[in-house]
């Protein structure tokens, strides 16, 4: 059932579940180029603030999996876990298919495929999905073509527009919402679809190291500068890097942390005795492209790709991820792989 | 509660010996089940934690043998003294599955400091001859600093069936010159024969090769892949290789099951 509800009584209904509420929203001048904006997951005082009619730049996911986590305290000779306080409020996260179906293959890395990771539960365990609807489909966008459309995991989902929105609830600790509400007719403008220009076509069947060693990969020795940005705003990139401190004013106290590793950035496969892999940069591009649209669902079963487009967005050479793809399938076709 | 899988225990450091310029072993305090080839993850608490795979495993205590790389955990790792404590978590991957390898005649290649996650293996079939009917060892360094565990080697030169070779001279009567791969074809195969090739990448890669033609089968060859693990989990991503993580999968990979994984 859909309903309707205006800004005010939304947010006046909301707060009284008492949730916060994150989503995208506009942050003024803060874009990567001078006089443009940018648009990320944060707080929401009014639902009003949430941006519906375009596409948010960076993901969720730092809401699960932060840039940087503390892991460990240490005072002196004693190993600590952090003390939580009471920040485990569920959090009402509005986010759009892509980044709702991300959050599968999130969940697959760290709670399902190995040791289940206790800090990424926690801040999982918070996480109560709203799902939006995506007025048309956003440059790059390609989740169609990696069945992360029409994600249906959600605490509810809403339609927004310039008068309210219109929502249907799953969980019932958002059945307040709907209370004293008429139904109302709606079809929820979905599935999502791929942009016109960044429709891909997966490559079928087994891939082995011939589609490594193909000369498709080699343009991207000379076009990525290995920077890495694609990692860093991909919703599913999970990898990571130990890293202890200590303080400079107390060194015998410091902490052990994680920081968000990327498989593009020279270091990244390095082992002590100098050794590493993929040395090319055209080699980190397959590693990556592979990873998401080939390797992660031999292991899992599903795409760890979701289609957001991001890593196309940002990507300072104009490397369209798309076009890495419909390259490997063409090669593909022609039975060179 | 779930412990937490990343919280590492502290344990007495018993000893810690030189092997070479670079190269020490630590031994720990350490009385849980552990299988030649499993590493673990070792860390000085405000310096870091790193993969080190297990280079003897005893009654109760385990080896581990470092290379001080010059980075910021090894060299403070190496310069603790026997009666501090390190921090330990572990024992991670699968190890050798001596079940595959019993009673088959056995052919053991170690390159450099891949001498050291192969070693447990070696050292239980040097305890249990019984095991094999047939143990032939070649051990490769690139020249005479490096060689590893040289008490060991001079006990397992005893039995015989080892081949020591040095990439580089000078002569030395002991020790032939010249790449371990070279050496395979003077190595004696049934059908049953089992090999396990453990070392750096090239190594490993010309070694397999000499193996294959010299009549080894696919399934019969066991490798044991190295890789930055940081956290033993399946979380970090670091070690996968196509759809495998090392540090779950592996490091002991079957040849025929993993020669088309690739980094």
Known sequence: ?337 | MTPNPYKPEKYLLLDISSQSATEYTLRVRFDRPTLPGQFFEVSLPKFGESPFSVSEIGPNYIDMTIRNAGGRVTPAVTALTAGQYIHIRGPYGNGFDLGELRGRPLIIAAGGVGLSPVKPLIDHFQAHPEETPDLQILLGFKKAEDILFRPDIEKWRARGGLIMSLDQGPEDPDWRIGLLPQFVKETTVTKDTAAVVVGPPVMMKFTIAALLEHQVAEESIWISQERKMCCGLGHCGHCKISHSYVCLDGPVYNYAQSKDLFD
């Open chain 1, 1 to 337: 059932m859909f309903f309707h509800l205006d800004y005010e009584e939304a947010d006046r209904r909301l707060t009284q579940i008492g949730c916060l509420l994150i989503g995208p929203t506009l942050h003024q001048g803060e874009g990567r180029c001078s006089d443009t904006d940018q648009i990320r997951y944060s707080r929401l005082s009014s639902l009003r603030q949430l941006v519906w009619n375009r596409k948010s730049d960076w993901s969720a996911k730092e809401l699960v999996s932060p840039q940087r986590q503390s892991l460990f305290y240490f005072t002196e000779e004693m190993v600590s876990e952090p003390a939580y306080g009471n920040d485990l409020q569920p959090i009402l996260l509005f986010l759009r298919s892509c980044d709702l179906a991300a959050f599968k293959a999130l969940d697959q890395v760290y709670l399902n495929g190995g040791v289940a990771d206790p800090y990424y539960r926690r801040l999982r365990s918070r996480i109560r999905p709203g799902l939006i609807s995506c007025p048309r489909p956003f440059e790059n966008c390609f989740c169609r073509s990696v069945g992360a459309d029409g994600e249906e995991d959600y605490s509810l989902a809403g339609h927004f527009d310039e008068d309210g929105i219109v929502l249907t609830v799953k969980n019932p600790e958002f059945n307040s919402l709907s209370l004293d509400r008429p139904a109302v007719d709606f079809r929820w403008p979905a599935p999502e679809s791929d942009h016109p220009e960044a429709r891909v076509e997966l490559p079928e069947g087994d891939l082995d190291s011939q589609a490594a060693d193909h000369d498709l990969w080699r343009e991207y020795d000379e076009r990525c500068v290995a920077c890495g940005r694609c990692n860093l705003v991909c919703p599913t990139c999970t990898c990571f890097t130990m890293q202890d401190i200590h303080y400079r004013d107390n060194p015998a106290n410091g902490e052990r942390r994680r920081v968000w590793a990327s498989c593009m950035i020279d270091g990244f496969s390095d082992m002590a005795g100098g050794h590493g892999f993929r040395g090319r940069y055209g080699d980190r591009m397959r590693f990556r492209v592979l990873h998401k649209i080939y390797d992660f669902k031999k292991r899992h079963g599903f795409h760890m790709c979701v289609g957001c487009g991001r890593c196309s967005d940002v990507c300072p050479q104009y490397i369209s991820f798309t076009g890495a793809i419909n390259k490997l399938t063409a090669a593909r076709r022609r039975g060179e792989i």
